[in-house]
């Protein structure tokens, strides 16, 4: 029996479901609550795509191999022209609202491209304080849209953490499964969708563009920000903005744009914090505790992130 089930009793799954039934009806909701993950897993490998600069470096033999097997994109990935099998976004704070109307821009530039993706929307609680996010969110309304039951997974130090993932492991949350009706998170996207790797039943997980030591994201790049596609409002438009979110308009050999005085030097998922793990310091739990028991391995795609060497490389 997989103990983990019983969740769906709880107070909070029915909760959920409430918060579903009101955005979308009943019918819409059983549709969108859970997801067939076994009929799309055509490789034993999964490449995980994400935003880091070093995106750009990658040689067409690189995206050849890339291509050859499952991808999955998350956030900014809608710039990058190649479309993955399966794709995450996160649900905005409202103090990120102009990031909702760039979201929502994006999709609809990309909504045929991704018609046939497995799009997962993230936090389903974000509803409660923001209501009107999905009022016109173009993914929402694509055929295979999956909108989770979410949970985070507790524990502020390493042992903390690898006790918790002991625990789901023996109630079966990291089994192998035909379909998925929740979503594990801790500490950043990266995090939850190698869980889903996991689960989904690879064999192989490689981090591509997960750099996490500098602060730079492929889609500033002259290319993509001179593209047809939009961009993040002008900094003097809305400095407060900016401000906030400064590691968003950074580019390399390039002054940041004015108003933006404090820069970050590294990624905010690989800046300690308080209270909280890195996220190397949690992969490597997840790693440790439910990857290598299952003969399942993680990779850094190359040897420039932070998570080399301790995530070997695999294209070098």
């Known amino acids: 029996m997989n103990l983990f089930s019983i969740k769906k009793i709880t107070p909070p799954y029915r909760s959920y479901l409430s918060i579903l039934d009101k955005h979308f009806g009943r019918l819409r909701r ?15 490998t999964l490449f995980i795509l994400g935003s ?3 995106i750009n470096t990658y040689a067409e033999s690189k995206w050849h191999e890339i291509s050859r097997h499952d991808t999955f994109g998350f956030n900014m990935w809608l710039y990058h022209e190649l479309v993955p099998t399966y794709y995450m976004d996160e649900c905005i704070k409202p103090a990120g609202a ?5 979201a929502v821009e994006l999709q609809r ?16 609680r974000r509803l409660l304080e923001y209501p009107e996010l999905l009022d016109d969110y ?10 989770p039951y979410s949970r ?5 130090t390493p042992r903390q953490h690898m006790r918790q993932l002991q625990i789901l492991s023996l109630q079966g949350a ?33 981090l591509c563009g997960i750099d996490l030591n500098n602060p730079y994201y492929f889609y500033r790049a002259e290319k993509y920000r001179k593209g047809p596609l939009p961009q993040l409002p002008d900094p003097a438009s809305d400095p407060d903005f900016a401000r906030q979110f400064a590691h968003y308009y950074l580019m390399p050999d390039a002054p940041p744009p004015a108003g933006i005085d404090v820069l970050p030097s590294v990624h905010p998922s690989h800046r300690p914090q308080a209270g909280t793990l890195t996220m190397l310091e949690a992969l490597r739990c997840l790693r440790d505790v439910v990857a290598r028991p299952r003969k399942i391995e993680i990779y850094s795609a190359l040897q420039s992130s932070a998570l080399y060497p301790e995530f070997p490389s695999f294209f070098e």
């Open 109 to 124: 530039h990309r909504l045929h491209d991704y018609r046939n993706t497995l799009v997962i929307l993230k936090d389903y």
């Open 30 to 44: 059983d549709a969108i609550a859970s997801a067939d993950i076994s009929s799309r897993r055509k490789s034993d």
């Open 138 to 147: 173009p993914f929402a309304h694509l055929p295979h849209f999956f909108f």
């Open 98 to 102: 102009p990031f909702l109307k760039l």
């Open 52 to 54: 880091g600069a070093s």
């Open 174 to 206: 990291f089994r192998r499964k035909k379909s998925l009706w929740y979503w594990l998170t801790k500490r950043g996207s990266v995090y939850s969708i190698v869980v889903f790797g996991i689960i989904a039943g690879y064999r192989r997980i490689v």
């Open 152 to 156: 985070e997974i507790k524990g502020e």
